[in-house]
């Protein structure tokens, strides 16, 4: 009874339009209320406590990073510069969107501040170029995922410290199937490209070796983050988080300095701007946390373990059940909040089965990726609709081809998944 009273209340909020966070910190309230003897200092102090995470921060400076990245001018000769290194290849100024989401993924750790930066550059070049307006919607705001699956990945952070494991570990596991992802929606955009003549005036474009050097001269700014970030983290000189502290600096000292599109009014914006993304983001944490706090107090986890454990002794049957169900959570749940929920949930079950946190931490970060782009939440969808100034629908249908190569590699991730395995245990 009790489990049904907390399955009821929590959708009762979600469904009355109530903010996520809220709807958390008010089912936790009425649970500890109606089942524990709690003070409520308990709930008010938790709120708080829960946000003293050192590796937490990162996600805030990935967040500043993403933000400084998007309204300076590095995005824009980044993407000049892929364009004119693919500009030969059928389908170039695509590709050249799907590396350049790659590269600034690699920067920001966002998914919907991807699509932001790219997006609006890339879309009017590639229509003036004679692709269809639906196809290039598709590529690009799917592209947009590899935010959250290249490493560094807010995503990826926030599982780290949710599930205790090591956020260099995830970082690795990361790489290969955010290039294959990258591969497979380039080879689509290449074939379907060369099919249809998208693009043909394209390769008259002029780039020799001077222009590609001229290019590279102001992309090199861009492409050096990633470096500076991982090569920072791996080579032992800093921490994820001082990482993207690091980062941020770096990006504001070359948008100010060099390139002069921001300047102390203008950050001001980037600040408030990141302020309040975060402040929504870590009330969500906090919120989220406190009713898991609930949940495992009660044991619920444990008996979910159990059963789950004694009904599924298979890892790959369970397996099959779990991206089907972050799949469909991510359809309607913040994948924030959907990893903060359900991945304390799953550890236990997890570690029962001898499945690696790491693998599943990759998985669930490609399925909840998926979620960005699939209704009725799709965080990408709404901001490519708003972008675009196009229906929501015809967003959504757009994306239909594209999510098929993300489906495809899932699939062969959990059949293989020494492919994420293998930078981790080769490296650390």
Request: hydrophobic content about 55%; aromatic content about 10%; glycine content about 8%.
């Amino acid at each position: 009874m009790e489990n049904i009273i907390i399955g009821v209340l929590l959708i009762s909020f979600f469904l009355s339009t109530t903010s996520i966070a809220i709807s958390f910190v008010a089912t936790a309230t009425i649970l500890f209320v109606l089942y524990m003897d709690v003070p409520m200092m308990y709930i008010v102090a938790g709120l708080f406590s829960k946000l003293d995470s050192f590796p937490l921060e990162a996600i805030l400076f990935f967040i500043l990073l993403g933000n400084i990245m998007r309204k300076g001018n590095s995005s824009m000769h980044l993407i000049g510069f892929i364009r004119l290194l693919v500009s030969k290849i059928s389908g170039g100024l695509g590709i050249a969107g799907i590396i350049a989401s790659a590269v600034f993924g690699a920067i920001s750790g966002s998914a919907t501040a991807t699509v932001v930066a790219i997006m609006p550059i890339v879309l009017p070049e590639m229509i003036a170029s004679g692709y269809k307006k639906e196809f290039s919607y598709g590529v690009l705001t799917t592209a947009g995922i590899l935010g959250v699956i290249i490493p560094p990945s807010i995503l990826m952070i926030l599982y780290s410290v949710v599930a205790n494991v090591s956020m260099g570990k995830l970082f690795l596991g990361g790489f290969i199937p955010g290039i294959m992802i990258a591969i497979g929606l380039s080879l689509y955009v290449m074939i379907v490209s060369k099919k249809n003549q998208y693009g043909v005036e394209e390769k008259q474009v002029n780039n020799g070796l001077g222009d590609i050097i001229k290019a590279g001269r102001k992309a090199i700014w861009a492409l050096m983050l990633p470096f500076i970030i991982l090569g920072g983290i791996y080579g032992g000189l800093f921490t994820p988080t001082e990482a993207a502290v690091v980062g941020s600096v770096y990006a504001f000292f070359v948008e100010m300095t060099i390139f002069k599109t921001i300047d102390f009014k203008s950050f001001k914006e980037i600040l408030s701007t990141s302020g309040i993304s975060t402040g929504a983001l870590l009330f969500t944490l906090a919120g989220a946390t406190v009713f898991c706090d609930y949940l495992t107090m009660k044991q619920i986890p444990q008996e979910l373990s159990s059963f789950v454990v004694s009904n599924i002794t298979s890892p790959i049957v369970f397996l099959i059940c779990i991206n089907l169900l972050f799949l469909f959570l991510g359809t309607f749940l913040d994948p924030l909040s959907a990893i903060i929920v359900v991945a304390p949930l799953l550890l236990p079950t997890v570690i029962a089965l001898n499945i690696d946190p790491i693998f599943l931490g990759v998985i669930l970060t490609i399925n909840l990726g998926v979620g960005y782009v699939t209704p009725p939440l799709g965080a990408n969808l709404f901001v490519a609709s708003m972008i675009l100034k196009e229906s929501y629908a015809k967003i959504a249908v757009a994306v239909i081809p594209t999510l098929v190569i993300y489906v495809i590699i899932l699939i062969l991730l959990n059949i293989f998944p020494s492919i994420i395995m293998f930078l981790p245990n080769l490296l650390m």
